[in-house]
């Protein structure tokens, strides 16, 4: 429909039927919006300035009737996927168009937005073709608010109902479910026609149902108030009692209208009188297990040594967790083996008390120790576990297993010390309060372990400190003796032969003390950690020449003999380093082995190329180390215990130089003997430039 006047003498005088239905175009309630077949607006209407508030003369309006602006490409429009039904419109058909939710905001109208439906209808002029679409609008957002306020209410009357233990319903006179229940479906989660009627009965617990049924059929015939217990099954499928009361209205004529009635939920007070006496006698056994608990802890607290506390810890938790075995084993090396250190048994076992074999780090021990993770496990979980096998080859003179309950020892670092283990529990399996009371003991006990440890350290680095002083003390005065006879020649001597003599006995005794403090200064800066290398580019056979030519001398006095063997490719080989540094390492590596071999040794300086490294061997056929002080020899002032006669000379101290030179260079050092009188051999490792 076109309002445009006909061209022609009457263009000016418009008939009384296009004012009319001009007039109705625009007074007409409903919104209308005339796009031409390209889907511009042509005008608009009254009631559709009044729907989306763009009123006449405004920049909005004339924006929506320009060539700037076309329904088909509105962004709004494009993404509701309206655009199509328009399209089918312009090609000539009457098209219903779904709701669009639509902000004007994105035109320029801030604040309205309007949810509308549509109908686009072709008009066509009279050889069929489309010359304008007519957009009728119906507001909808009336409608659509009133339906999302109603979901909301029900969303929340549904939420209120699950949170809540009231659930009202009403029934009929006879006793059926008639009229539906939010708050029952709610909270049941059953269907209106699943609940109606009878179906009620389904939610409530199977031991109850029965019973429900009777009491309710009996107060329907007796017209009397329905009031019972019962356990009804909650949406989730947990049952949950509640407490039901139903009262039944009365009619005029004394008969029952209907039943109104609510159920209360009252599962946590039922459930708290049912279990007042087990909890109580729970509490007295918990709080007289705290007690043991805390006597365990005491005791733990109160012994001192390693064996002591390993014994005081199977004792006490076999007492308190009531179990036949009780074991502390404790890891030794790096392979995760365990020496058994105490072990408690019951008679029931008292043939194996003597059994004491270790593990040998590939079972189940081991995984505990590896994971430092506890593990709890039944019978039938321990041996179907992957690391159970059994004992290895001790396996037929272990004890049996009835369960197992393991828990590892772990220092301050987090590093493994051990485990605790107990099994055959007197009755049932381990629980998770068996394994936290563990958890706790072998905590204590691990602090424990330690602090024993620490403490026979501690004892004795001051037992090797006092030693030596001791050994200082006799160190810097044997030099005295020899410089103070030297000086006393030197003043009633005339003869030149001896004053010389005399004077090199004085520069020989003051280069001895003067590298005895030297040797100190060392000790003092690598405890402070005041030790800098000058670093260089630094060739490796100049280094071994340089330290040969200074431990030449006492090698030497000894009467040894020096074989040194470098291999031709170190020729040009480099490390970044300190030369001086690195020739004290070799120097005291060749000066100990030239002291703790007896007169006449052989001593063998080598030097080689492996991989990316250069590996040092200073070997000798002297007095070895036994197998406790090897993992020792580099501590400071070891020495005193391999030679406690002092006759090699020297503080002990030249090893720990080694070691912390060494690991400033980057590299690491390692000592090695096959036992006392069967030699030793050290040897560094350096990365290569």
Not at 201 to 209: E, F, K, S, T
Not at 372 to 387: D, G, I, K
Not at 675 to 685: D, M, P, R
Request: glycine letters at 8%.
């Amino acid at each position: 429909m076109s309002f445009t006047p006909d061209a022609g003498p009457s263009a000016a005088s418009p008939t009384y039927s296009e004012v009319r239905f001009r007039e109705l175009f625009e007074q007409g309630p409903g919104s209308i919006q005339l796009l031409d077949p390209e889907g511009y607006t042509i005008r608009v209407n009254k009631a559709w300035e009044a729907l989306w508030h763009i009123h006449e003369g405004s920049a909005v309006k004339s924006h929506v009737l320009s060539r700037k602006y076309n329904v088909l490409r509105d962004p709004q429009v494009v993404a509701a996927g309206i655009t199509p039904h328009l399209r089918r419109a312009l090609d000539g058909e009457s098209v219903a168009i779904p709701a669009i939710h639509y902000d004007t905001t994105a035109i320029g109208v801030p604040g309205r937005s309007r949810w509308v439906t549509a109908r686009a209808h072709p008009i066509k002029d009279g050889e069929g073709r489309v010359v304008e679409v007519m957009l009728m609008h119906e507001d909808i957002t009336e409608h659509v608010e009133a339906e999302t306020a109603l979901r909301e209410r029900e969303e929340r009357f549904r939420t209120l109902a699950m949170a809540s233990s009231q659930i009202v319903w009403t029934n009929t006179s006879d006793g059926r479910v008639l009229d539906d229940s939010p708050s029952w479906r709610a909270y049941t989660g059953q269907s209106y026609d699943e609940w109606k009627e009878f179906g009620w009965l389904d939610a409530v617990h199977p031991d109850d149902r029965e019973r429900a049924y009777r009491i309710w059929i009996d107060c329907v015939a007796s017209h009397s108030v329905y009031e019972t217990e019962y356990r009804l099954r909650r949406a989730d499928g947990v049952y949950r009692w509640t407490a039901v009361k139903g009262i039944p209205i009365l009619d005029g004529r004394g008969g029952v209208r209907e039943w109104v009635g609510a159920n209360r939920d009252i599962h946590d007070t039922v459930m708290a009188q049912e279990g007042l006496a087990e909890r109580l006698d729970r509490e007295q056994r918990q709080s007289a297990l705290l007690a043991k608990v805390a006597s365990a802890s005491r005791t733990l607290h109160t012994v001192l040594s390693v064996p002591d506390i390993a014994e005081a810890l199977v004792q006490e938790v076999r007492a308190l967790l009531d179990v036949h075995q009780a074991v502390v084993s404790l890891t030794e090396g790096d392979n995760w083996t365990q020496a058994i250190n105490a072990v408690s048994l019951s008679e029931k076992y008292a043939a194996y008390r003597s059994f004491a074999a270790p593990t040998e780090g590939t079972g189940i021990y081991a995984e505990v120790c590896r994971t430092n993770t506890p593990m709890r496990l039944t019978q039938a979980e321990l041996e179907a576990h992957p690391a159970w096998k059994g004992f290895g080859r001790h396996a037929a003179g272990h004890p049996a297993m009835r369960g197992w309950l393991a828990v590892p020892l772990i220092d301050r670092k987090g590093r493994n010390l051990g485990l605790i283990q107990v099994s055959d529990k007197v009755e049932g399996d381990f629980t998770e309060q068996d394994e936290a009371i563990l958890v706790q003991l072998a905590s204590i006990a691990a602090n424990g372990f330690e602090n024993a440890r620490l403490y026979g350290s501690l004892r004795e680095q001051d037992r090797r400190k006092d030693e030596f002083l001791a050994m200082l003390a006799h160190e810097l005065r044997n030099p005295l003796a020899p410089i103070a006879t030297a000086a006393e020649l030197l003043k009633i001597s005339t003869s030149p032969e001896r004053i010389r003599a005399s004077s090199e006995v004085i520069a020989r005794q003051v280069r001895h003390m003067t590298s005895l403090v030297d040797d100190l200064l060392d000790v003092s800066r690598v405890t402070r950690g005041l030790i800098k290398l000058d670093r260089i580019l630094v060739a490796i056979g100049p280094v071994l020449a340089n330290a040969v030519e200074q431990s030449r001398p006492l090698v030497a006095a000894r009467g040894h003999v020096l074989r040194v063997e470098v291999a031709p490719e170190l020729a040009a080989a480099r490390v970044h380093g300190d030369a001086t540094r690195l020739v004290q390492v070799v120097a005291n590596l060749l000066n100990n082995a030239a002291k703790y071999t007896p007169g006449g040794g052989t001593i063998v300086l080598d030097a080689t190329r492996i991989g990316a490294r250069v590996r040092l061997c200073v070997e000798d056929n002297g007095i070895g180390i036994e197998a406790g002080l090897l993992p020792q020899v580099f501590d400071l002032f070891t020495q005193a215990e391999r030679t406690p006669d002092r006759s090699q000379g020297g503080l002990g101290i030249g090893l720990a130089l080694v070691r912390t030179m060494v690991a400033l260079h980057g590299g690491e050092v390692q000592a090695h003997s096959d036992g006392l009188g069967k030699g030793s051999t050290f040897t560094v490792w350096l990365p290569l430039a």
